[in-house]
């Protein structure tokens, strides 16, 4: 008894060191908030969907980056690694806010850690704008040494200081940059609370930005403790009289966002909560239009509705803006798309020459001369090049007089007009596919879950941020009823644990053991039987264009898919029609249909509906077993076999006496 006491002790003690050791890795906030007490934070660049390293090239490179700075707090210090080119040795990087130079760094032929106090710089609306502007040295050739001279930057980081204040009114709630969003829902959410929970993480991944966003969906649990992370935010949907207030736990911490109503009044709340937000975070700019679009063109949508109000570029040699679009941006899927390009530009010197080309994703599409004065120009880009994600480039090669490519020798300006517009008509041109989302859920989209649980609904919520996060336009996910989802016209999402509730639909890939073959019979995948899988599948079904997420297999969590997504890329590193993730393996993505490649079932060992329904048969039978026992057991021991007797040992006629013969 005492070593079976001396070992419990010692699982309990080692239990209880497991238990000790694992605590700190539970996410704790690094600067708790104190009244009073200011803290430091610092963001890195690269968080916030800023690719490193940012290269400004010759002759006149410039980065505009935004930076959020919550209430409360201030922008103290910028530092990272700067690096450039020889030629640009004697040259110099300026530094500012948008409004004035905060500071100027000489350039050298050595690395150099950069430092830059950000005292003083100007924050509007809770954000702070940095320009990196490079000025080349005078004797520098702009035209012989085009973009290969360059400054590159890395492991860019922000110091903020201060005590971040929460919030005092629903106006107030909403912040320029989220980072966390966690959401609360009753316990048996129906489709319309799950549709409030899908739009409010839809406006959350629009406040994230580039950089990506943790949501956080709970059923039924209890109220939400006070936040101590001023990029985090927390909501609370419940069932009541209809209202919204903030409650304040705690004085100091962040306050929750209380939703509460009925069913069928919760959608109408989220949605003012929603318009709160944008109008917060997104101001509208709604420029004048020059005229009217020709017929049979839809639109137009001006560059200054995308973000862009004016586009300036000036000096000499090759002069350069680039404009990156999505489809989803314009409304929808859209083909037939022309570029009318307003601007002016300063008169060219005589002797000079001066062109306007553009590109579309690295092709050219246009090229003229360019005299000088007002010009208004429509440019069609070709469907072959038009892709769901667009970049446009507006370029100007310009030569001063005699060829003198020096610094500030005879510059040219050239404007690009707010106004400027994108037209275009209704339709696809790309197969069908990722690359049709998420354009094709333009302006709404149905959800269907099955069932509609935590899991599901987290799915879909990070399925929702990483398209929300491929466009400026706001995507309006509605949750219905799963056999009314299944057969809505429209763009549709369908997530199910089991994907036996998929059937009828004209799935890319049936989600069950397979192999992938090609023309000549090589395998180029297997998933054996046995082996748990996540399927993301996108595809045509009866002329509209639907989503699929489910999985094969109970020994993976559906919500996990996420953690298989690159990370920087997002829904921008999707291509093909097929994503999937083996257990064990890494996840691959493919095109199945029009590929050559040919999917091989495999019948999963057992059987599907066995796979499922062995543990209910082995507890029947191990159930029965124990019962045939208790019932056989009395029986046997009443009915004594001959020789028991006396003290009740067996007699047995072999045994002996030691020294018996």
């Known amino acids: 008894m005492s070593a079976w006491k001396r070992s419990a002790k010692g699982w309990i003690l080692a239990l209880s060191l497991v238990g000790f050791v694992r605590f700190p890795s539970l996410s704790i906030p690094t600067s708790p908030l104190q009244e009073g007490s200011p803290a430091a934070w610092e963001i890195s660049l690269r968080e916030l969907g800023v690719s490193e390293p940012v290269v400004l090239s010759a002759p006149s490179g410039e980065q505009w980056v935004t930076i959020p700075v919550p209430q409360g707090l201030r922008p103290v210090e910028l530092t990272g690694r700067l690096r450039s080119t020889p030629g640009l040795n004697g040259g110099r990087l300026e530094i500012g806010d948008g409004a004035r130079t905060l500071t100027w760094v000489p350039l050298g032929l050595a690395e150099r850690t950069l430092t830059v106090s950000l005292q003083g710089a100007s924050v509007a609306r809770g954000r702070m704008t940095l320009v990196w502007r490079l000025i080349p040295p005078p004797r520098l050739d702009i035209c012989a040494a085009g973009s290969s001279e360059r400054v590159e930057l890395e492991d860019l980081r922000v110091r903020l200081e201060g005590s971040p204040e929460p919030p005092r009114t629903i106006a107030g709630f909403w912040l320029s940059d989220l980072r966390a969003l966690e959401v609360n829902l009753p316990a048996d959410p129906g489709p319309e609370e799950a549709t409030a929970a899908l739009r409010l993480v839809a406006l959350g991944a629009r406040l994230a930005g580039r950089h990506p966003l943790t949501v956080s969906i709970r059923l039924g649990e209890g109220s939400f403790a006070g936040a101590a992370d001023p990029w985090r935010r927390r909501i609370e949907i419940r069932r009541g009289e209809a209202r919204l207030r903030l409650r304040f736990d705690a004085e100091g911490l962040f306050p929750a966002l209380e939703i509460q109503a009925p069913p069928e009044r919760v959608v109408e709340l989220a949605e003012g909560v929603i318009r709160y937000g944008e109008v917060m975070a997104f101001p509208e700019v709604i420029p004048q239009r020059i005229a009217p ?49 307003v601007g002016r530009a300063t008169p060219v010197p005589e002797g000079g020459t001066a062109s306007l080309l553009v590109f579309l994703n690295g092709g050219l599409v246009a090229a003229e001369p360019l005299p000088g004065g007002a010009f208004d120009r429509r440019i069609a880009f070709p469907d072959g090049l038009w892709r769901r994600d667009n970049t446009v480039s507006v370029r100007v090669d310009y030569t001063p007089p005699g060829g003198e490519c020096r610094v500030g020798a005879h510059p040219i300006t050239v404007f690009i007009d707010g106004r400027s517009s994108l037209e275009f008509q209704r339709g696809q041109n790309l197969p069908p596919g990722f690359e049709r989302f998420p354009q094709s859920l333009m302006p709404a989209f149905g959800v269907g879950l099955r069932p509609l649980n935590a899991s599901t609904l987290q799915a879909a919520a990070d399925l929702v941020v990483l398209l929300q996060q491929a466009t400026r336009r706001p995507l309006r996910p509605e949750v219905r009823p799963w056999e009314e989802a299944v057969r809505a016209s429209g763009g549709q999402v369908l997530i199910a644990e089991e994907a036996e509730g998929l059937a009828g639909l004209e799935l890319p890939l049936d989600p069950r053991p397979f192999r992938l073959v090609d023309v000549d019979g090589r395998e180029g995948l297997r998933v054996d039987p046995g082996r748990a899988f996540l399927v993301l599948e996108a595809f045509e079904d009866r002329g509209r264009e639907v989503l699929v997420l489910t999985r094969w297999g109970r020994e993976v969590d559906l919500v996990r898919w996420v953690e298989g997504m690159d990370r920087e890329l997002g829904w921008f590193g999707l291509q093909g029609d097929v994503w999937l993730w083996p257990m064990g393996g890494e996840p691959v993505a493919w095109r199945v249909r029009g590929s050559g490649w040919r999917v091989e079932p495999l019948p999963p060992v057992g059987g599907g509906v066995w796979e499922r329904l062995w543990p209910w048969a082995l507890g029947v039978v191990l159930v029965g077993v124990l019962g045939f026992l208790i019932w056989a057991y009395p029986r046997v021991v009443r009915r004594r076999p001959a020789g028991l007797e006396g003290s009740g040992r067996p007699a047995d006629s072999h045994s002996h006496k030691p020294g018996s013969g």
């Open 293 to 341: 679009a020709e017929e049979g063109i839809s639109g137009p949508v001006t560059l200054a509705e995308l973000g862009w109000p004016q586009i300036q570029m000036r000096g000499s040699g090759p002069m350069e803006a680039r404009l990156f679009l999505s489809q989803a941006d314009l409304g929808g899927p859209v083909r037939g798309v022309r570029l009318r390009l």
